[in-house]
């Protein structure tokens, strides 16, 4: 069976500390893996994707996020936050499906950047 | 591009009144696929469309929910009769074909049924 787990549902820095969003996966399959952030009131845009080559993942913003099999995360790290960063963060996980792929999203993990 | 394109933005109604929702995907791609998103339920997986033909329709809720792609360029989710609990922001997403490609989200329609 597939699934995502996003560990946390709120997370809360300071402005300039680290964050990290965790998240974990089950699959049959080698999947592929996708951090998207929404902004308040916005669609969800890509921040990274992982696609069975480098295991850490460099996206938009300064995210990145490390693909480790044998612990089925794949997590997502900023070393700095900055307010802009306030959002919802979603993982999710695509893995082929008799002849199309399915995804399989996570519940979230609202960002809270404080001042 | 210009993006995956929805119409209308914002869209109120009365309850039993038809409501159609419009999708415009990304030029190329061939996967296109409806969300919806509200607070209580969070984000869910209404229908998937490959190559025009729905794949998966698990997750439309009832038969008051219908969804069309009638070419590669264009598709409608609509509801009829629509209810207060229909009200939510209604998310369309294309993407090329492989495993690999992203998902291409929308601005999202967001639904009030009074």
């Known amino acids: 069976a597939q699934s995502v787990t996003q560990l946390d549902s709120h997370v809360s820095v300071s402005e300039g500390t680290p964050v990290l969003l965790r998240c974990n996966y089950s699959?049959?399959?080698?999947?592929?893996l996708f951090w998207y952030v929404q902004h308040p009131n916005k669609g969800l845009q890509l921040l990274l994707k992982?696609?069975?080559?480098?295991?850490l993942v460099k996206g938009i913003n300064g995210f990145e996020a490390e693909f480790k099999k044998s612990e089925t995360s794949f997590h997502l790290t900023k070393p700095s936050a900055h307010m802009s960063d306030a959002a919802e963060y979603f993982c999710?996980?695509?893995?082929?499906?008799?002849?199309?792929?399915?995804?399989?999203f996570g519940s979230g993990t609202k960002l809270n950047v404080k001042p | 591009d210009a993006g995956v394109i929805q119409s209308p933005r914002h869209e109120v109604t009365e309850m039993g009144q038809e409501v159609t929702l419009r999708c415009k995907p990304i030029?190329?791609?061939?996967?296109l696929f409806w969300y919806r998103q509200t607070m209580m339920r969070g984000l869910e997986l209404l229908i998937y469309?490959?190559?025009?033909?729905?794949?998966?329709d698990s997750g439309m809720p009832e038969d008051r929910f219908s969804a069309k792609m009638p070419n590669a360029s264009f598709s409608t989710l609509k509801i009829q009769p629509s209810e207060p609990r229909d009200s939510a922001v209604y998310f369309c997403?294309?993407?090329?074909?492989?495993?690999?490609?992203?998902?291409?989200f929308g601005p999202g329609t967001r639904l009030t049924v009074t």
């Open positions: 997403a294309s993407r090329a074909g492989g495993s690999s490609y992203e998902q291409y």
């Open positions: 699959s049959s399959y080698s999947p592929s």
């Open positions: 992982y696609t069975s080559a480098a295991t």
């Open positions: 999710v996980v695509s893995v082929p499906l008799y002849n199309f792929n399915k995804f399989y």
């Open positions: 030029s190329g791609h061939n996967s």
């Open positions: 469309f490959n190559n025009n033909v729905p794949i998966d």
